[in-house]
């Protein structure tokens, strides 16, 4: 079994900052891409950014410049820092990752429970 285990986010105002963590745990043999996705009321789910583990990165154009991701391959964790928060940017934010499982080898996309982050104006 393999879990996305979250952490951070809360409420913050305008042209604050946030941290997001996210923990991949459990029988994982190898993880490839890791990222973020979020989603807010009534609006479909969307990618925030995502990272490979050799480093290359892809941002949605709208955190472009004010959203940083990282990854410590080591410890099967993604971050996503965020600066500068607009109230648009509220949205229960999801971690993902392609990850390759102990035993079976086979490749299975996991996703975290949802942390909510707040802007308020």
């Known amino acids: 079994q393999v879990q996305l285990v979250e952490s951070g986010g809360g409420l913050v105002q305008a042209g604050g900052s946030l941290s997001l963590s996210c923990a991949a745990r459990?029988?994982?043999?190898?993880?490839?891409?890791m990222g973020w996705y979020r989603q807010a009321p009534g609006q479909e789910r969307e990618l925030v950014a995502t990272?490979?583990?050799?480093?290359?990165?892809n941002y949605a154009d709208s955190v472009k410049g004010r959203f940083t991701i990282s990854r410590d391959n080591a410890k099967n964790m993604v971050y996503l820092q965020m600066n500068s928060l607009k109230p648009e940017d509220t949205a229960v934010y999801y971690c993902?990752?392609?990850?390759?499982?102990?035993?079976?080898?086979?490749?299975?996309?996991?996703w975290g429970q949802g942390t909510q982050v707040t802007v308020s104006s």
């Open positions: 990272t490979t583990g050799r480093g290359p990165t």
């Open positions: 993902n990752a392609d990850v390759q499982r102990v035993v079976t080898g086979v490749w299975f996309r996991y």
């Open positions: 459990g029988s994982i043999f190898s993880i490839n891409t």
